[in-house]
């Protein structure tokens, strides 16, 4: 189908949303963003905020992982100018025949391009770009260990729901997708639709936490056993306690270092390491996330002084709290 054939008449305030659909995509990925730019083009009144495009990479239909069956409305090659690019994930994003159009493609359309968008392992296709390479990005917390060894040149958040880096912008797997769209139409068109927009999909504007709530303390819960059962899922909710192998045995009736080994032998990982890992990983997401004092974000994790904290995130994350937040936080001005 040639672009002519599918297009409409393009409004002055509209603004166009490509997503590249392929063989394997994953059809929450790409139907949860376009059904929030198309809940906010209804919610703007007469003239409609966003048109949503399908691409695909020969503008032939495709169909998704799970078997719908989606009609492109033209291909990579004739595709119209696009407001924002979204790169859905799924199984077929990592086929040579896609990657290979797909990677110049976002090139050569990046200059033009007002944002460039990733849900998912749709990373992938942005980082076939090469422009990733020195960017902030996340991926769905299964397949960071993957993308990150394709990909090594780019910063990985695995636990981020969504990351924004300039123009460009990734969220986690599947519904994450919706949260990083209700902030791009925040971004457009104000809070106030952005909330209408919440609303009618039945979802959280900002949803609390990052992946970590998912995958992290769900590994460690699956593996539990016995003693354990409870205890991998009150850690990460009880950060700011106590949390000193003597006290975490005492939780569980055991001595510490039976408590010690066992932990090991069942998590792989010390108690010590596991608890900084976590502690270090919901500061970083308060640095970026609130306004609140270094020494009080590193209270609030359990860290009782601030010069300990300062050390350890240096080690964790390569850089001080203060430049960390300096470079990720979306907040103008925040406490030093």
Not at 176 to 181: P, S
Not at 250 to 278: I, M
Not at 299 to 307: D, H, I, Q, R, W
């Amino acid at each position: 189908m040639s672009y002519s054939a599918a297009s409409g008449k393009r409004g002055r305030g509209v603004r166009w949303i490509g997503f590249v659909g392929f063989e394997g995509v994953n059809s929450v990925d790409l139907t949860g963003p376009s059904e929030a730019f198309a809940a906010a083009s209804v919610a703007a009144g007469e003239e409609p905020a966003y048109r949503v495009l399908f691409l695909s990479v020969d503008g032939r239909p495709f169909k998704t992982w799970s078997g719908l069956k989606i009609e492109a409305e033209c291909s990579l090659a004739e595709a119209p100018p696009l407001d924002t690019i979204v790169v859905p994930g799924g199984v077929g994003i990592r086929a040579a025949e896609v990657l290979d159009v797909l990677g110049p493609w976002i090139r050569e359309r990046a200059p033009q391009t007002r944002r460039l968008v990733s849900v998912c392992t749709g990373l992938m296709g942005l980082a076939a770009s090469g422009l990733m390479d020195g960017r902030r990005a996340t991926t769905h917390w299964r397949y960071a260990r993957e993308f990150a060894g394709r990909h090594p040149k780019v910063l990985l958040d695995p636990d981020a729901i969504f990351v924004r880096d300039g123009k460009f912008a990734s969220s986690a797997g599947v519904t994450a997708g919706i949260d990083l769209a209700l902030e791009l139409i925040a971004d457009d068109l104000g809070p106030t639709a952005a909330l209408r927009v919440a609303r009618q999909l039945v979802v959280y504007l900002k949803r609390s936490g990052g992946q970590r709530q998912y995958s992290e303390p769900l590994r460690f819960q699956a593996r539990a056993a016995g003693r354990f059962d409870d205890l991998a899922a009150w850690i990460p909710a009880n950060l700011g306690q106590d949390l000193s192998i003597e006290a975490l045995a005492a939780r569980v009736n055991c001595s510490p270092r039976h408590f010690a080994r066992q932990f090991k032998e069942t998590f792989s990982v010390s108690p010590g390491e596991y608890v900084e890992g976590l502690r270090l990983a919901e500061a970083a997401e308060r640095l970026v996330s609130t306004t609140v004092t270094l020494d009080a974000v590193a209270a609030s994790v359990g860290y009782s002084s601030a010069e300990v904290f300062r050390r350890a995130f240096e080690r964790k994350f390569g850089v001080r709290p203060s430049l960390y937040r300096s470079r990720f936080s979306s907040t103008a001005d925040v406490a030093a």
